[in-house]
Structures are given as C-alpha cells and as structure tokens.
C-alpha cells in the first residue's frame, strides 16, 4: 500500500503543481479576474487571503475538486445540508441549488464571513449563517483556532502566529437541527471531533468530510473509519480524500 501511495504520489505532484497550484497562473488569474466563476454561480474574492498559487485553481476550476466531485454526484432534494467550514461559501452553494433545502452553514474565521455571506446571498441561497464552531461536547464557551495565510486553512491543528477565538454553538441551541440529514465537513481536521462524537447526532444519516493527512495519521484514519463502521455508515465513494458516508 506504501508503494501504491508513493507511485500516485509521483504521478499527482507534477499534475498538482502544473495545474492547481501554479504560480504563473495564479498571478494571470488575480491580474485578470476579479471572481471565481463556476457554471452559473460566481464568487467574490474580496479581501481573501489567497496565496497566489492557489489561485491557479479558480482557472482550472480545481478548486475543491474533490467535495464538489461528491456532492454533485450525490446531493439530491433528500439531503438537508449542515455545511462545516464555509470558506468562500462554493460547496454550500452546490449543496444547496443541488438540494433545494434550507442550509445551515458555520464559519469560525471572522476575516471571511462577510465575504461568506455576500456570496451566498447573491447565488440566491437559503441559509442560516453561524459565525462559530459546532460543538457536540465541549463545556467551555470558546476555543483557540490559528490562521494561516491562506483563509482555507483556519484550525486547531497547525498552530501559527495569529491566534483567533471561535464561540462553541451547542446544537441544542439550533432550530430544528434534528431535522437536517446530511453533514458536509471541511474544516482542517475538525472531521476528528465530528467522528469521534457520531453518536450524538443520529439525525445524520449522510456524511461527506475530507480527511487531511497532513494532520492525522493512517492510525487515526483507521481508527475513524472503525467508528464509522461501529454506527452503521457504509462508504458509499470517495475522491482522492474526500470520502461520502451512507447509514
């Protein structure tokens, strides 16, 4: 298995650097555009902290490739979507004209939420925005996250100079939450407490989260998954690391 990952490894690098994170097209992109345009949705960049490499993915349109992936192919009008880590507001827009219902969306980077808002609004998305962190069992009010310069890379994981407090939101506290059925998680390793606290939200029946290796290990992955498995969800698909949950 080693192997395998070495050899996709070498085949995905030159593919990875060529196309989604160039440098030359990302200064051609941020020279020349000014939005992220994806079939007939368009995103404001406004304020964004965005290495210029990465920019090279809103000309590709490689940017989140993988979640955008599942969730096209698999969000219908059955799905009630709660969208972790909001970012620039593109996967909870698909997730949304895709489903036809209601989203609830939370953001902890306060630098991003106006933007977050204003894109939702304009591709005409019903949504309830939290600025903060759902929490299934932490008592404290608050918790540390740490921003780095790219605004998709807010965690608890990777600590950086700038240190941000995000409010814990029970989902006690949320209006009719236990009537949304799918949970859509980007959010820098946040996938771990989601996970690992499974069984206090049953109302979730579909599951779609990126798992990041550059912050857990296989043995945690593993470990993950077990749980998963222990509460009767069936991996359904996957691209790349992004995975889709089914019980």
Same mark, same amino acid.
């Given at each position: 298995?080693?192997?395998?990952?070495?050899?996709?490894?070498?085949?995905? /690098?030159?593919?990875?650097?060529?196309?989604?994170?160039? +440098?030359?097209?990302?200064?051609?992109?941020?020279?020349?555009?000014?939005?992220?345009?994806?079939?007939?949705?368009?995103?404001?960049?406004?304020?964004?902290?965005?290495?210029?490499?990465?920019?090279?993915?809103?000309?590709?349109?490689?940017?989140?490739?993988?979640?955008?992936? +599942? +969730?096209?192919?698999?969000?219908?009008?059955?799905?009630?979507? =709660? =969208? =972790?880590?909001?970012?620039?507001?593109f996967i909870a827009t698909l997730?949304?004209?895709?489903?036809?219902?209601? +989203? /609830?969306?939370?953001?902890?980077?306060?630098? =991003?939420?106006?933007?977050?808002?204003?894109?939702? /609004?304009?591709?005409?998305?019903?949504?309830?925005?939290?600025?903060?962190? /759902?929490?299934?069992?932490?008592?404290?009010?608050?918790?540390?996250?740490?921003?780095?310069?790219?605004?998709?890379?807010t965690t608890q994981y990777l600590?950086?100079?700038?240190?941000?407090?995000?409010?814990?939101i029970s989902k006690n506290k949320?209006?009719?939450?236990?009537?949304?059925?799918?949970?859509?998680?980007?959010?820098?390793?946040?996938?771990?407490?989601?996970?690992?606290?499974?069984?206090?939200?049953?109302?979730?029946?579909?599951?779609?989260?990126?798992?990041?290796?550059?912050?857990?290990?296989?043995?945690?992955?593993?470990?993950?998954?077990?749980?998963?498995?222990?509460?009767?969800?069936?991996?359904?698909?996957?691209?790349?690391?992004?995975?889709?949950?089914?019980?």
């Amino acid at each position: 298995m080693k192997v395998l990952n070495t050899i996709t490894a070498i085949i995905l /690098l030159p593919i990875y650097y060529t196309i989604h994170h160039n +440098i030359f097209f990302g200064y051609f992109y941020k020279r020349f555009f000014k939005k992220f345009y994806y079939k007939k949705f368009v995103f404001s960049l406004d304020s964004l902290k965005i290495p210029l490499a990465n920019y090279s993915s809103f000309f590709f349109k490689t940017y989140e490739y993988n979640d955008r992936k +599942i +969730i096209e192919n698999n969000i219908t009008r059955n799905n009630k979507c =709660i =969208i =972790i880590g909001g970012g620039l507001g593109f996967i909870a827009t698909l997730s949304y004209h895709l489903s036809k219902n209601k +989203i /609830l969306v939370f953001e902890i980077n306060h630098n =991003i939420i106006h933007n977050l808002k204003k894109n939702l /609004l304009f591709n005409k998305c019903e949504f309830d925005l939290f600025i903060g962190n /759902l929490s299934l069992n932490k008592k404290n009010n608050y918790d540390n996250f740490y921003l780095s310069n790219d605004f998709l890379a807010t965690t608890q994981y990777l600590k950086t100079k700038n240190l941000q407090k995000a409010k814990n939101i029970s989902k006690n506290k949320i209006k009719n939450f236990n009537k949304y059925n799918t949970l859509i998680i980007d959010g820098e390793g946040i996938e771990e407490h989601f996970i690992n606290n499974i069984k206090k939200i049953p109302n979730i029946k579909y599951l779609i989260f990126e798992f990041h290796h550059n912050i857990f290990s296989n043995r945690i992955k593993n470990n993950l998954f077990k749980i998963l498995k222990q509460n009767n969800f069936k991996l359904v698909s996957k691209c790349f690391n992004s995975y889709y949950f089914l019980r």
